[in-house]
């Protein structure tokens, strides 16, 4: 089944913890991006990949790192989460053949 | 850079009765497409329709169909016959041609409920 899964799909942690959200898809999309949603704001993009070791900041990339060493992987790394960092995390992936993204699951983060 | 607005935040409809969602946007790109994404109470994003800005003909998938204005950027989302389990937060997204941004850029939302 074609799917991008997310792991965690809950986590809450306390300031200053680094933690990692995984990411993976067995698509062998090119495309994989990050988008965080805030009530009131929808959704926004934090980090994009357009393939193996190619990464991109989007619109609110401040406190997030992220890799691709592998096609089917993008984990999203908090290395000193913030309060402010609490939020519904959506990994995504696409091909170049086709515009349509498909979504993880949603990862809910609250850092206390 | 594109925007998109969902004006209304939120809307209610009766089951079997019919209910249109507002999306405008804005851009100087003259190739681009357009989306409609569902989000249930289980958090999982569901495309129920797309557009291609170069197609001309609105597109439908069953109940769900666009009113696509180019000229206006206006994709409004029409659900005919609404169904209790249309009841989510709809997204309506704009994404440029491939080869440029990967991004996709959302509306605030637009939550609906569907009244029995």
């Known amino acids: 089944e074609a799917q991008v899964t997310q792991n965690p799909r809950y986590l809450i942690t306390v300031t200053g913890k680094k933690l990692t959200v995984t990411c993976s898809q067995n698509?062998?999309?090119?495309?994989m991006s990050w988008y965080r949603q805030d009530p009131g704001l929808g959704l926004r993009q934090i980090y994009y990949?357009?393939?193996?070791?190619?990464?991109d900041k989007g619109d609110v990339p401040e406190g997030y790192k992220v890799s691709r060493k592998e096609k089917r992987n993008f984990p999203l790394i908090l290395e000193s989460p913030s309060p402010n960092q609490t939020s519904l995390y959506f990994c995504a992936s696409s091909s170049f053949r086709n515009t349509e993204a498909f979504f993880g699951q949603g990862t809910r983060l609250t850092v206390v | 850079a594109q925007t998109v607005t969902q004006s209304q935040p939120e809307m209610s409809v009766q089951e079997a009765e019919t209910v249109t969602l507002s999306c405008t946007y804005d851009t100087s790109e003259s190739d681009y497409y357009l989306f409609w994404y569902k989000q249930p109470p289980s958090r999982q994003m569901i495309l129920v329709i797309r557009q291609e800005a170069y197609k001309q003909q609105n597109a439908t998938e069953n109940r769900f169909s666009v009113n696509f204005q180019k000229a206006a950027k206006s994709f409004s989302l029409k659900i005919s016959d609404s169904q209790l389990g249309d009841a989510a937060m709809y997204f309506c997204?704009?994404?440029?041609?491939?080869?440029?941004?990967?991004?996709?850029?959302f509306g605030k939302g637009t939550k609906l409920t569907v009244n029995p």
């Open positions: 698509m062998n999309h090119e495309y």
């Open positions: 997204a704009y994404r440029s041609p491939q080869g440029g941004s990967e991004k996709l850029v």
């Open positions: 990949s357009m393939n193996v070791e190619v990464t």
